[in-house]
T-cell receptor, first 112, second 114 residues
Framework: GNSVTQMEGPVTLSEEAFLTINCTYTATGYPSLFWYVQYPGEGLQLLLKATKADDKGSNKGFEATYRKETTSFHLEKGSVQVSDSAVYFCALRYSSASKIIFGSGTRLSIRP | EADIYQTPRYLVIGTGKKITLECSQTMGHDKMYWYQQDPGMELHLIHYSYGVNSTEKGDLSSESTVSRIRTEHFPLTLESARPSHTSQYLC?????????????FGPGTRLTVT
């Protein structure tokens, strides 16, 4: 079946460090891929998305590339800030009629 | 910016009470969803709707019920709250038309049953 596996947390980094949160997926066909972010006490917000192979989604300094050959959509940021502390969810959706499938979430904490 | 609202944001209630969590969106989306989020952060889909008068159970069994009488409104009801219902409840909506469309989330209701 369709599923998303993402890096377990928590991940703790110092400010200005390089961030990678791994995400791999299993899906039939060609799903769309998403990263959502949840700040403390809030709902989820879309961070970025990619709808076909080799697409790169980017927003707020975060990037992720849709890699069909490795079925991956890893989230990266070159220099993290304290304000990036949140929970990050990788997700996929494989047809217009389907629900979105979420990974289990990765908690990121950034030390000043 | 997403226009999806949930009330109340926080609710503390005693065992056995009936509660309704409200969710409304002003984007005209056909699809709406309810998720339960456990302390470990994982999201569990408990109900969804593809439009007016359509409701379906999600992946996680839940004692709650939902209704969809109007496009913009998707309330969730617990007839008799129990401590095991203590959780964060997130409502979401999306457009119907294609797989590229993301879900928009409300801010959530944090429910505590004592």
């Amino acid at each position: 079946g369709n599923s998303v596996t993402q890096m377990e947390g928590p991940v703790t980094l110092s400010e200005e460090a390089f961030l990678t949160i791994n995400c791999t997926y299993t899906a039939t066909g060609y799903p769309s891929l998403f990263w959502y972010v949840q700040y403390p006490g809030e709902g989820l917000q879309l961070l970025l998305k990619a709808t076909k192979a080799d697409d790169k989604g980017s927003n707020k300094g975060f990037e992720a590339t849709y890699r069909k050959e490795t079925t991956s959509f890893h989230l990266e940021k070159g220099s993290v800030q304290v304000s990036d502390s949140a929970v990050y969810f990788c997700a996929l959706r494989y047809s217009s009629a389907s629900k979105i499938i979420f990974g289990s979430g990765t908690r990121l904490s950034i030390r000043p | 910016e997403a226009d999806i609202y949930q009330t109340p944001r926080y609710l503390v209630i005693g065992t056995g009470k009936k509660i309704t969590l409200e969710c409304s969106q002003t984007m005209g989306h056909d699809k709406m969803y309810w998720y339960q989020q456990d302390p470990g952060m994982e999201l569990h889909l408990i109900h969804y709707s593809y439009g007016v008068n359509s409701t379906e159970k999600g992946d996680l069994s839940s004692e709650s019920t939902v209704s969809r009488i109007r496009t913009e409104h998707f309330p969730l009801t617990l007839e008799s709250a129990r401590p095991s219902h203590t959780s964060q409840y997130l409502c979401a909506s999306s457009e119907w038309d294609n797989a590229r469309n993301e879900q928009y989330f409300g801010p959530g209701t944090r429910l505590t049953v004592t």
